[in-house]
């Protein structure tokens, strides 16, 4: 699969542009807040129907503007599709394919994978288990829509189970039976989820300690590591475990729900111990994995967005990174720098087309 031509109308900074792309590799240079990153969201948000970057959809709208309108011509499996998302302030969101609106935007995902890796990616390393859970669930649920209805069945039966909690405190009341009927569902959905989670991991971890070994020429140890408390219990275990702290916090303290990544250098979190350059290392190879599962599972070679690649890493690593990228593993690339001259002596090096877009 490649993007062949995107053209944006008021989409965020930019007034109307077009672009007729590779089928290899794509670079946007230019200065600070010039639109590189910008045009990545866009083809961003052809794939994912979103912003990677701003969630509140009418905020990518240009300033002053009424509407933005984002197209993608894409050729998969030797056949052309059109893709068209637009947003008029005070309307709903309008998602084509081949001039056809969707009734469901959730169809749409998975059907043009994509993965980027960006500096805000940096929140998965320095901000709270919930994002690390996010990034899994989201590569398991782009191929496994069983997976995806359990997830929000699991939490749609958690705040239920909260609101009972605090109906109890509140009441000074208690009734085994009522809160049972939540368990034994959670219970369910959880042991199903903490299964599917365990196998992910078991085949995502060793694709990830290739990648980064790679792009740290086999310099560090690193670890990524499944934490959950199902380990050790089994949901219904866990539940009565915790009823009486439950009771007096007034929500469910166990489950899948506290489910983590530990992500370790030389044994040691590397959120407190690893340097900019190594956390950056990590989230790369993290990122590479994801790509390489996706592209297993979907039997469609992703596209790669790489956003502001080359900040705080060392030569060796961007040229490790640039090697593992352009051979005929990766498909169609998508790269923002601010320095033109680094991109393009990079790129000379390599054999593969590239073109270089000057914003
Ligand atoms: N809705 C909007 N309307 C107009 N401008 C916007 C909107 N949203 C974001 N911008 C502008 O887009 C610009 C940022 O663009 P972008 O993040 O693509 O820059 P960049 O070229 O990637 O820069 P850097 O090299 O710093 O990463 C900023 O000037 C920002 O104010």
Redesign the pocket.
Known sequence: MYLQQLSLVNF??IASQSFDFQEKINCFV?N???????VLDAIYYLSFTKSYFNSVAV?????NESFFMIEGNYLLNDRNETIVCSLKKGQKKILKRNAKAYDRFSDHIGQFPLVIISPADRDLVTEGSDLRRKFIDGVISQQNKTYLKDLMAYNKVLTQRNALLKYFAANRTFDALNLGVYDDQLSDYGARIYEVRSQFLEEFIPIFNEKYKIISGDKENVNLNYKSQLHDFSMPDLLKKALDKDKILQYSTSGIHKDDLNFEIGDYPIKKFGSQGQQKSFLIALKLAQFEFIKQQANITPILLLD?IFDKLDENRVAQIIDLVNNDEFGQIFI?D?HAERTENILKEGDKQYQIFKL
């Not at 600070?32 to 910008?38: A, H, R």
């Not at 905020?59 to 300033?63: L, R, S, V």
Request: aromatic share 0%; net charge positive; hydrophobic share 10%.
């Open positions: 965020k900074n230019g600070n807040g010039v639109g590189k990153t910008n905020q990518n709208i240009k300033h502001d923002t601010t």
